[in-house]
């Protein structure tokens, strides 16, 4: 596993794009991934596909279109935290996103204006194997064959793998290509941009505190897509 700094150094053209499907997705996967970039002088742009009107809402009773509109906050003040400024919030359907159409015109309108040659989403399995995550990595997959873009996937590994990565996930086999160690800057950013999320964090144990800060907020890891390999974004069992 080599030092992403290096690889991201090289790339030509310092034009990155993220892409996830639901709001604090981009933070948990590459919240660090995010600044260091920013610090390396890429233009990025974050897009987040949904509004997680599905997502579970630990902090009240809130109906949904309200409960919408607190993730749109919260997805704006972790951007703010991360010192991102390109940035969009969609609103597509949560837990659509594998039978409708709308996203994927409108994502390939954003890839043809930004151009961008550096890729981060879900790869095959989606980490946890939410259908969203499957459809939006199959997608992007897909319609970046023939570019020069690369295409990072998050991946975990050890107890990150064994407790939250789907057991039919294709990212249980795969190891990382690179690893990214966050500065005490980066890491105390990223704790605050995961914070932002308060409806989805609000009933963590102390367990789940003590794992975010010590693996979730201290290193990320990436597997490199391989355009010219086949890989499986099967669509796994879940429950929305």
């Known amino acids: 596993m080599k030092d992403i ?15 996830f499907p639901h709001p604090d997705d981009e933070v948990f996967m590459a919240g660090g991934l995010i600044q260091r970039l920013i610090d390396l002088g890429y233009k990025i742009e974050v897009i987040c596909l949904t509004q997680g009107g599905r997502g579970k809402n630990h902090k009240n009773g809130w109906r949904r279109e309200r409960f919408k509109r607190m993730r749109r906050v919260e997805f704006e003040l972790a951007m703010i935290e991360l010192g991102v400024v390109e940035y969009q919030i969609w609103d597509f359907v949560d837990g659509g996103l ?41 997608w992007l997959f897909e319609n970046l064959k023939g570019t020069k873009a690369v295409l990072l996937w998050p991946c975990w590994s050890g107890v ?15 190891k990382p290509d690179y690893g990214l160690s966050l500065s005490e800057d980066e890491t105390i950013k990223k704790c605050r941009a995961m914070s932002a999320y308060e409806s989805q964090i609000g009933n963590w144990s102390r367990w789940q505190w003590w794992l975010m800060r010590k693996w979730l907020c201290r290193n990320e890891l990436f597997v490199q897509a391989r355009f010219e390999k086949r890989y499986s974004f099967k669509y796994l069992r879940y429950k929305l």
Do not use: C
Request: glycine letters at 12%.
């Open 5 to 19: 700094k290096h690889f991201l150094v090289q790339l030509r053209n310092k034009r990155a794009l993220v892409v």
């Open 160 to 174: 990150l793998r064994r407790f939250m990565v789907h057991p039919k996930s294709m990212m249980q086999k795969m």
């Open 98 to 138: 594998k039978n409708s159409g709308g996203w994927k015109i409108k994502l390939g309108e954003v890839l043809k204006r930004i151009k961008p040659n550096l890729v981060i989403s879900y790869g095959p399995g989606g980490v946890t194997g939410h259908p969203d995550h499957i459809a939006v990595g199959k």
